[in-house]
């Protein structure tokens, strides 16, 4: 049974950081590309970054490019996402899957970029 879990959201200052972590199980995550996404209220998922399987590759949405980092530790089946300077337009339900996605996707984690 795949299995995608998103961690390590929360409400933080406009210029903070964040980590965020994504723990797949169910499938060999080492084959596979990985993807985070994020959902704000009456928006689209979009989607945030991309990490090739073996973590060498590593693309970014223009909206976030040099402020997040996107990471993957094969040996944890667990996949990273680093945010830096936060703004609050960043606020939204962040979620991660495979490339091509499973259809069972996680609870996803709030992240509120607030004063």
């Known amino acids: 049974q795949v299995q995608l879990v998103e961690s390590g959201g929360g409400l933080v200052q406009p210029g903070g950081s964040l980590r965020l972590s994504c723990a797949a199980s169910?499938?060999?995550?080492?084959?596979?590309?990985m993807k985070w996404y994020r959902q704000a209220p009456g928006k689209e998922r979009e989607f945030v970054a991309a990490?090739?399987?073996?973590?060498?590759?590593?693309n970014y949405a223009d909206s976030v490019k040099g402020r997040f980092t996107i990471s993957r530790d094969n040996a944890k089946n667990t996949m990273y996402l680093q945010m830096n300077s936060l703004k609050p337009e960043d606020t939204a339900v962040y979620y991660c899957?495979?490339?091509?996605?499973?259809?069972?996707w996680g609870q996803g984690t709030q992240v509120t970029v607030s004063t």
């Open positions: 169910g499938f060999t995550f080492s084959n596979y590309a």
């Open positions: 990490v090739s399987s073996g973590g060498s590759n590593r």
């Open positions: 899957n495979s490339v091509p996605p499973r259809s069972d």
